[in-house]
């Protein structure tokens, strides 16, 4: 094997190590050995690696080592709402917002001099677009279903449908989150099925009950043999026996998706019109802005949540803040689908394909444009697909793309790749042609 000291020092590794520091390019080196030892082992590779080959591969983790999430990924995934990506792409707006320099009145009302309450331009915002009487922002969407259930169930019974006790994604998983608010799950119904009726004698027969809870089931659906009541049903349940209504929404749409032909996301409003006391969602899903998320609804309630001990340790930060503030300013002056999210889900299919038509022509005749399916993301939409186009390519570019910079990210579908049109904006269509022109050719 190389040893870790030649390799410190080999042309190729020096400027890494002005780059990143010794101690980071070190852990490189060690974890590259360890890497080639164990591809020996395994039979992958029959001798050590020359010291050039090593120091290529440093070179290389180094490469992407360093900028973490500073590095941009232009995403051809067809997912506009991709978790692993940061979900919803910022409009210019919401990135100059977190630009400005200096300091910001974050807690401060400027215009009396006094202290301010946090996030008062952004809740102020969320209820005007809502209706809700109040709004509390949080970190994020699981926060604030966890704070809005400290806040109105603590030590009591939550009663839940037995068809919603789910998993979202990432380990968020219902029963916990509500074992962790200090709650206590009451289960109703069957997995297939649960009535308005369940409800109710579960909260005849509870000693302390807290909330009605419903999930949205966002990312997968049900069908066939399955029932579940109304909003408005559950609504009349909760306010016979005196409890709150508590909705974890999930993706937060203050933009009516279904008149562009976009069905299954729900709007907050029409949760608040339904009779929901206290509704929780993300703010960086079918909303579009960065990663937070609100709880809204009964301005005791909201009041209740902010004064959990819980809420401060669970408060947004003044960057994701700015960003919010400005993104709700596009809703709020009619340009919702100037947020980017919204704007990628709503493209018409032509523009779509003429996008991916362009970066076909680009690379020449051996790329090719297919029809695909694409999808919102992030358990919004239930899951339903959003139709696409893509460009098909051979698999081979996917990772060399991936590994590029900026780094394209596509998905290998079938033994090729396909650079989906749907998540890209014109100008990063011009980019993914050069990239993959850049790559040399390799097609055909
Ligand atoms: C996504 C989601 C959450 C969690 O929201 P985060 O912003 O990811 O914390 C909670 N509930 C539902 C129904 C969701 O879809």
């Given at each position: 094997m190389?040893?870790v000291?030649r390799?410190l020092?080999h042309p190729?590794?020096?400027?890494c190590v002005?780059?990143?520091g ?10 590259t050995?360890e890497g080639?030892r164990r591809e020996?082992?395994e039979?992958k ?5 020359t010291?050039e080959e ?9 490469a992407t080592?360093?900028?973490?999430v500073?590095r ?6 067809g997912?506009v ?5 940061g979900?919803?792409?910022l ?5 100059a917002?977190v ?10 009302d ?5 202290r ?6 952004a809740e102020?915002?969320l209820v005007?677009?809502t ?7 949080v970190?994020n969407?699981a926060?604030a279903?966890?704070l809005a259930?400290a ?6 019974d939550v ?9 979202i994604g990432?380990?968020?998983?219902v029963?916990?989150v509500?074992e962790a608010s200090?709650a206590r799950?009451v289960e ?15 909260l005849?027969r509870?000693?302390a ?6 999930v ?8 066939g043999f ?6 408005e049903?559950?609504?009349l349940v909760?306010?016979?026996f005196?409890v ?5 929404l999930?993706?937060?749409?203050l933009?009516?998706?279904a008149?562009?032909g976009?069905?299954g996301?729900?709007l907050v409003?029409d949760?608040i019109?339904?009779?929901v006391?206290?509704v ?5 899903k ?5 990663q937070?998320?609100?709880v809204?609804g009964?301005?005791t309630?909201v009041?209740k ?6 809420a401060?340790?669970l408060r947004?930060g003044?960057?994701?803040?700015a960003a919010?503030e400005a ?14 999210a919204?704007?990628l ?5 032509d523009?779509?394909?003429a ?5 076909a022509?680009?690379i ?10 694409g999808?919102?993301g992030?358990g ?10 893509a460009?098909e390519?051979p698999a081979e570019?996917?990772e060399?793309l991936?590994?590029g910079d900026?780094?394209v990210?596509g ?7 396909h650079l989906?049109?749907r998540t890209l904006?014109?100008?990063e269509?011009?980019?993914?042609a050069r ?5 040399g050719?390799?097609i055909?």
């Open positions: 190389p040893r000291d390799l020092g190729r590794v020096l400027p002005r780059a990143l010794v101690a980071r390019v070190t852990a490189l080196v060690r974890a050995l080639a020996i082992l039979g590779r029959a001798a050590a690696p010291e090593a120091a290529e591969r440093v070179e290389a983790a180094a080592a360093g900028d973490g500073a941009r990924v232009i995403n051809a995934t997912v709402l991709h978790t692993n990506l979900r919803a792409p409009a210019p707006e919401a990135l917002a630009a400005r320099p200096g300091y910001a009145a974050i807690e401060l400027l215009a009396t001099g006094k301010g309450r946090r996030g008062a331009s102020d915002a005007a677009l209706g809700g009487e109040d709004a509390l922002v970190n969407g926060a279903v966890m259930l806040a109105v169930a603590k030590g009591r009663i839940v449908s037995r068809g919603e006790l789910v998993e990432g380990g968020f998983r029963p916990e509500l200090g799950l109703v119904g069957t997995t297939n099925k649960t009535r308005a009726a369940d409800y109710a004698r579960a005849e509870a000693s009950p807290g909330a009605l809870l419903r949205h089931r966002g990312n997968f659906r049900m069908i399955v029932e579940q009541p109304s909003l049903e559950l609504a909760a306010r016979r005196d709150p209504l508590v909705e974890d999930g993706g937060g749409a933009f009516d998706f008149e562009h976009l069905s996301e729900p409003r949760s019109r339904a009779g006391d206290l929780c969602f993300s703010t960086d079918a909303l579009g802005g960065p937070g998320g609100v809204l009964r301005r309630l009041e949540a902010r004064r959990e001990p819980l401060r340790a947004l003044r960057l994701p803040l919010l993104t709700l300013q596009l809703y709020a002056r009619g340009r919702a689908t100037d947020v980017p919204v704007a889900a709503v493209a018409p299919l523009v779509v394909e996008r991916a038509a362009r970066i022509a680009a020449g005749a051996s790329a090719r444009v297919v029809a695909t399916d999808e919102m992030g919004t939409f239930a899951g339903r697909p959003l139709r696409s186009f460009v390519l570019l996917a060399p991936r590994a900026p780094s990210l998905r290998v579908v079938d033994g090729a790749l989906d049109a904006s014109d100008d269509a011009t980019e993914v990239l993959c022109v850049a790559l050719k390799p055909g």
